[in-house]
């Protein structure tokens, strides 16, 4: 049976509150960078201290990144992510209400540790649903949460920032993930084979399509160590380790160098840091179609690479003295988000799927090592 015969429910439940979700977590993961101005001057710490506090996140992020694929794949990633949804609310809330520096680096490194969970769950979930040939496609949708997320928190960041306080921010923007852990409980099933509103033709082939890529997988053995040592899951590991890096510390300080550039207000600086996110967007999109429809996904990732370094070095020369060029090379440097769709189809294609949770968790752990460098030591 052909693809356009079994429907597309998957597509139309599955996602739609993924994204949502997803697009929550960046929005409590990013929103710090906002808040750094008030709150060096509120609890007194220097810059320094901003980018610690915005790289702690990371290093409580590799806590769980193995074992939040395994707990997804032995308990689910519906019971999973919903508990973190609730943690992480909670935490993001409790960011509002820190005094001193100890305590934001301990609520952050916590939060960095709920979120590093929801991660290698949600692949494990998307791995469940979307065979090999969707699954660029899906990783896409699913990770314009985090664009999206910029667009929507960047000019009500500033907009809060102007007319409340740092402390509102995180009180109002903690709120949204504890109301859709209602709605993620409720309408995401783990498989095909849980779900009610699915039709039996595209349980079908879903499930004989998984199956077909499963028996041809190249891996078989599936413990950590294996993982760990394997060629495929170490250069994928370090190579979304520095692509995070530049990823990341674009994403935190993006409002300060266009507050730096444009010395406007904190609602212009809102305005113009979405615009970058919007090109993230539209790339992801069109990539992701390019990249399933040709299957060469590792020639897209590879090119989207290559470009995102020429415009990070023309916003870096350009700075102050050209600062219409370095906005628009930033708008066209955020286009290099659109490799994560590529990248992330890369390991469900030549692991099997009982290697994934493991290799998941390796990959996307060592990779975010490069978001604790670009938020602690390059702001030195």
């Known amino acids: 049976m052909t693809q356009s015969k079994v429907g597309n429910g998957r597509w139309l439940r599955i996602m739609p509150i993924a994204f949502i979700m997803y697009t929550f977590a960046y929005i409590d993961r990013n929103n710090i960078g906002f808040g750094f101005a008030g709150m060096q001057k509120d609890l007194g710490f220097s810059a320094a201290y901003s980018g610690l506090a915005g790289g702690i996140f990371f290093i409580g992020f590799l806590v769980f990144q193995v074992h939040g694929g395994i707990w997804a794949r032995k308990y689910g990633a519906r019971k999973v992510i919903t508990i973190c949804l609730v943690i992480w609310s909670v935490f993001a809330f409790l960011t509002g209400t820190v005094h001193n520096i100890a305590e934001l680096l301990a609520v952050r490194f916590i939060l960095g540790m709920v979120e590093g969970i929801v991660w290698p769950a949600s692949l494990i979930l998307i791995s469940n649903w979307f065979p090999q040939k969707e699954r660029a496609r899906a990783t896409a949708y699913f990770m314009l949460g985090t664009p999206i997320s910029a667009i929507i928190m960047s000019p009500i960041s500033g907009y809060l920032l102007d007319h409340t306080s740092w402390r509102v921010m995180f009180f109002i923007e903690a709120i949204p993930p504890l109301a859709w852990a209602l709605l993620w409980w409720f309408g995401i099933s783990d498989k095909p084979s849980l779900a009610k509103w699915i039709s039996k033709e595209e349980k079908d082939y879903i499930e004989t399509s998984l199956a077909s890529e499963n028996s041809s997988a190249n891996v078989s053995k599936n413990g950590f160590l294996v993982a760990l040592k394997d060629r495929n899951v170490m250069v994928l590991s370090f190579s979304g ?55 060469n996904h590792k020639g897209f990732y590879a090119l989207i690479c290559t470009s995102g370094t020429i415009f990070l070095l023309v916003a870096t020369f350009a700075g102050t003295i050209h600062p219409y060029v370095a906005i628009i090379a ?35 752990g060592i990779g975010n090592l490069g978001g604790f460098l670009a938020h602690t030591f390059l702001v030195c």
């Open 241 to 295: 380790f520095f692509g995070i890096m530049g990823l990341y510390g674009l994403g935190l300080w993006l409002p300060t160098v266009v507050k730096t550039i444009t010395h406007g207000s904190n609602t212009m600086v809102g305005l113009i840091s979405a615009l970058p996110w919007i090109s993230a967007m539209i790339g992801s999109i069109v990539i992701s179609h390019l990249s399933d429809r040709t299957g």
């Open 330 to 364: 930033l708008i066209c440097l955020n286009l290099s988000f659109a490799k994560n769709a590529p990248f992330w189809a890369i390991p469900t294609a030549v692991l099997s799927r009982d290697m994934l949770p493991n290799s998941i968790g390796i990959i996307n």
